[in-house]
């Protein structure tokens, strides 16, 4: 329950080892800042528009464009072909893969973004996991601290798992599709194929190819 493999295809990242040996998805993240320390060779294969800062501690791979204005402080691994656009904020303890679009006005902190993963446009990913071909829409935000700081724990049907992290936004399956302006809470798991509709509030754990709808009821009045 809640491995790695149930949500993500690890043929479709380079650093399956990330992965190896977790009792659960989310531990992954704790894993992050060391496999950098230990795996990451700085440099710069991609092609620069213009002049983005980008520290020594960032790989960009073969075919990626960085665009003048994005900020890329790193430690951070960004794979082949990929789009680092003007505005995109790429902090510490970044993997991306390859194919991956990083956004506009968009941050990341401590994350994995599998291969083809698509955050185009003013998101917050924070200490999460995003599986192959996730998209989110516009506005997402994976928020991933608590109110009260303290441990965040994945609340199922049977009693809540402790996580041991302080930080910890969401596990984002393979091929999910997140709506424009949707928050996702700390500790959220969706499941591969899901779907979740603009402006939702979501905490908790969502199974497989599940749909979130969001109802409303709107008035139509005339002005005077």
Known sequence: MF???????????????????QNYVWDALKQIERYLQFRLKPGILGELMGKPFISHQVFIG??????????????????ENC???SGCYVRENVIAGNGVVMGNSCEFKNCILFDEVQVPHFNYVGDSILGHHAHLGA?????NVKLD????????????????????????????????NVVINPGSVLGRDCMIYPTVNFRGVLSHGSVVKLRQELQVLEKR
């Open 3 to 21: 491995a790695a493999a149930d949500f993500l295809d690890l043929e479709h990242t380079a650093h399956p080892k990330l992965f190896e040996s």
């Open 62 to 79: 073969r075919g990626t464009i960085v665009e003048q204005g994005a900020v890329l402080k790193g430690p951070a691994w960004i794979g």
């Open 139 to 143: 506005g997402v935000i994976l928020s």
């Open 83 to 85: 789009r680092v656009r």
């Open 149 to 180: 700081h303290s441990e965040i724990a994945v609340v199922t049907s049977d009693g809540d798992i402790p996580t041991g992290l302080r930080k910890f936004g969401a596990i984002v399956g393979d091929r999910t599709e997140i709506g424009c």
